[in-house]
C-alpha cells in the first residue's frame, strides 16, 4: 500500500493512504460498509505504535463514584512502530545510562503452573451470598482484586489494603506508599489511584492515574510523548536542529503507571517496586533471538516505569484504566492492564508494551481510545475494548512477543473492529466490558449504549455485527441501558453490572433476571474466580463488596 508524509518535511513520519479516508462526514453511513473493508486493511498493522497525541488525561479526585472521565481522545501522530528512530540496543544500556543491578529478563518465559493443580474450596465462606463489607468490616473501597492465595486486595485512594486469607482481618497500609506517597496532584507522581489486581500469592498490582503529555513550548514541533534521553539529539528532521535533552522532560517518566505492592514477613502491606522492567523478543542483526529491554535508569531517574517495549523514548500508556488477572489456563497468573493509550501484559516484575486497536481519521492518524473494557476468553484470549474500538487476540506463552505485529505471532481473531449497527467509527461505543459466556457466544458492554452481542466475520474485517439485548419490560430495558462491568460465568452465565440498577443476570437460557441478594444500585467492578470450588463472583457495588458462590 503506498504512504503518505503526514508531517511535509519529516522524513519516516508516514501512514498508509486510502481513498476512503477522505469520504466526507456526511457520507459516512453510505461509505460505511466500505471505511470496513478500506481501513480494516490499514490498522491491521497499527496495534503497537511509537508516538500519539492523546486525550487529556482521567481525574479521580476524592470521590471513589467518579469514573475518570472521557473526553474525546487527540489523534495519534500515525507513526510507525518506532517512528523512525533506531530501536533499542537490547539488554545493553543507551549511552549515558547505568543498567540494573538486579537480575537479568527472561525474555518472557512460559509460565509454569503447578502440576495437576485444580480448584481448591480456599479460605472463605462457601455460603451462596457472603457480604463481606460487613462481615469483615471493610470500610470504604473503589476497588478489589484477588492474588493466587486468595487475599482480597483493596484500593482507596491512596490506602492498599488486603483482607488476608490466614488471619481473615484487614490490614490497611500505614502510610501512602510508592505512587501515592507524596501525595496526588498533576505535578505529583500520579493524580489518584485507579484499579488493583492481584498477583502471585501476596502480591498485588495498582494502576494510578496522571496527566497526558502535550506539546511542549519549549520544545516546539517535539513529538509530547518522545523523551529525549541523556547525551542525546533527537533529530526526526534531518532539515530541522535536533531537539536537546531536558531533565525536566525526563521527570515524566516518574508518572502513573503500575506499583508491585506485596505482604512483607511481618504481614504488612509494602512497596516490591515500581514496575519498569521492558523485556521485548526480538532478533539481533544476523537473525539470532536477543530480549530487547531498553535502559532502566536515566541519570537521576532510576526507574522508567512503564513506557513503549519498542522503542523506551515513547512514554505513552501513562494512566492505568482497567486490570484483569488471567485465573484459568496456560498463562494463569498473568495480568493484563488497560491505559489511556493500549494494552500492557505484565508477568511477575517484567511486562511488554504495548498493543491497541486502532482506527485511522480522515487525515491518516491512528485513533487509539481509553482501554477500560479487559476480559479472558474461555480459551485464553485476551479480549481488548476502548471507546471506540475492540480486538481479540491470542497471545503466545511468551509474553515478550505480547507487542509483536507479526500475526503468525501473535494471531488475532478481531484486529480492530466496531459494530455499525451502533453507530458510525468516529462516535464514542463506551464499551466498558468485554467477555465471552460459556457457550463461545460475545458480548460488550457499553456505559451509553446498553448490552451487545458481537458476531465474528472475519478478522480483518473493521465492521464486525452487533446485536443489541433487550429486555422482556420497560424495567430490563431501563436497566441494561448503561453497563459498567460484565463477567461470564462457569455455569453458562453473563452477570451485568449497571450503574443505576444493580447487577443482573443472563442465563445460559438467554433469559435476564435480577440478582436481589446484592446490595447497591451501582456496580463498580466484577471479578470470576474460577481457582476455588465453588467458584467466586466478587461483586463490588455502592454499597461494599458481596461475593457469590456455586456460578
Known amino acids: 500500500m503506498p504512504t503518505l508524509t503526514l508531517f511535509p518535511g519529516r522524513p519516516g513520519v508516514q501512514g498508509p493512504v486510502c481513498e476512503l479516508l477522505c469520504v466526507p462526514q456526511e457520507e459516512e453511513a453510505v461509505n460505511r460498509r466500505l471505511w470496513g473493508g478500506c481501513l480494516g486493511a490499514v490498522v491491521m498493522t497499527a496495534w503497537a505504535c ?10 479521580t479526585g476524592n470521590d ?46 512460559e509460565p509454569q503452573p503447578d502440576a ?13 451470598v457472603t457480604n463481606y463489607s460487613s462481615r469483615y468490616n471493610i470500610s470504604r473501597v473503589q476497588a478489589v482484586g484477588v492474588d493466587a492465595a486468595h487475599n482480597i486486595w483493596l484500593l482507596d485512594g491512596d490506602r492498599i489494603g488486603v483482607l488476608r ?47 497526558d503529555l502535550r506539546a511542549d513550548p519549549d520544545f516546539p514541533g517535539l513529538q509530547p510523548n518522545y ?53 521485548r523478543n526480538t532478533t539481533d542483526a544476523n537473525g539470532n533471538p536477543r530480549v530487547q529491554t531498553g535502559p532502566r535508569r536515566l541519570d537521576d531517574v532510576h526507574n522508567l516505569g512503564i513506557r513503549n ?12 484504566l482497567s486490570c484483569v488477572t488471567v485465573m484459568h489456563g496456560r498463562d494463569e497468573g498473568d495480568v493484563y492492564v488497560g491505559s489511556n493509550h493500549g494494552v500492557t501484559r505484565i508477568r511477575g516484575l517484567e511486562y511488554s508494551s504495548h498493543r491497541h486497536p486502532v482506527w485511522l481519521n480522515e487525515k491518516g ?56 449497527q451502533l453507530n458510525s467509527i468516529s462516535e464514542f461505543d463506551s464499551w466498558r466490558g468485554f467477555q465471552q459466556t460459556t457457550d463461545g457466544r460475545y458480548y460488550l458492554g457499553s456505559k451509553d449504549h446498553g448490552l451487545w452481542e458481537m458476531t465474528i466475520t472475519w478478522a480483518s474485517n473493521q465492521a464486525q455485527t452487533g446485536t443489541r439485548l433487550t429486555g422482556a419490560n420497560a424495567e430490563q430495558n431501563a436497566a441494561l441501558q448503561n453497563i459498567n462491568a460484565l463477567a461470564a460465568t462457569g455455569d453458562g452465565s453473563l452477570y451485568i453490572g449497571t450503574d443505576r440498577s ?50
Not at 537480575?103 to 518465559?109: N, R, W
Not at 495437576?116 to 451462596?128: C, K, L
Open 64 to 109: 471513589i463514584d467518579n469514573i475518570p472521565p472521557v473526553t474525546r481522545p487527540e489523534p495519534d501522530a500515525g507513526t510507525q512502530p518506532d517512528a523512525g528512530t533506531e530501536p533499542d540496543a537490547g539488554t545493553e544500556p543507551d549511552a549515558g545510562t547505568e543498567p540494573d543491578a538486579g537480575s537479568e529478563p527472561d525474555g518472557g518465559s
Open 165 to 211: 486469607a490466614d488471619s481473615r482481618q484487614v490490614v490497611w497500609t500505614r502510610s501512602p506508599i510508592g505512587q501515592a506517597q507524596g501525595g496526588f496532584g498533576p505535578d505529583r507522581a500520579a493524580t489518584g489511584s485507579t484499579v488493583i489486581c492481584g498477583g502471585s500469592a501476596g502480591r498485588a498490582y495498582v494502576g494510578y492515574a496522571t496527566t
Open 365 to 420: 492518524s491512528q485513533m487509539a481510545g481509553y482501554t477500560y473494557g479487559l476480559g479472558i476468553a474461555q480459551d485464553g484470549d485476551v479480549l481488548i475494548a476502548n471507546e471506540w474500538m475492540f480486538g481479540i487476540v491470542t497471545p503466545t506463552p511468551r509474553h515478550g512477543d505480547w507487542d509483536n505485529m507479526d500475526k503468525r505471532v501473535n494471531l488475532m481473531k478481531v484486529e480492530s473492529s466496531y459494530l455499525p
Open 227 to 279: 523523551i529525549v534521553s541523556p547525551n542525546e539529539c533527537y533529530q526526526p528532521d534531518p532539515a530541522q536542529p535536533c531537539f536537546p535533552y531536558s531533565h525536566r522532560r525526563l521527570q515524566y517518566y516518574r508518572q502513573g503507571d503500575v506499583d508491585v505492592v506485596r505482604l512483607d514477613g511481618s504481614g504488612q502491606i509494602v512497596l516490591e517496586e515500581h514496575l519498569h522492567q521492558s523485556v
Open 50 to 59: 511509537g508516538g500519539s497525541n492523546e486525550p487529556t488525561s482521567p481525574t
Open 309 to 320: 517495549s519498542n522503542d523506551h523514548h515513547f512514554d505513552e500508556d501513562r494512566s492505568i
Open 502 to 551: 444493580g447487577l443482573w443476570r443472563l442465563t445460559p437460557l438467554k433469559t435476564l433476571e435480577k440478582v436481589a441478594d446484592v446490595s447497591g444500585s451501582r456496580v463498580r467492578q466484577l471479578i470470576y474466580d474460577p481457582r476455588v470450588t465453588p467458584a467466586a463472583l466478587y461483586v463490588l457495588t455502592d454499597k461494599g463488596l458481596t461475593v457469590l458462590r456455586g456460578n
Open 116 to 128: 495437576g493443580s485444580g480448584p481448591v474450596e480456599g479460605p472463605w465462606p462457601t455460603d451462596a
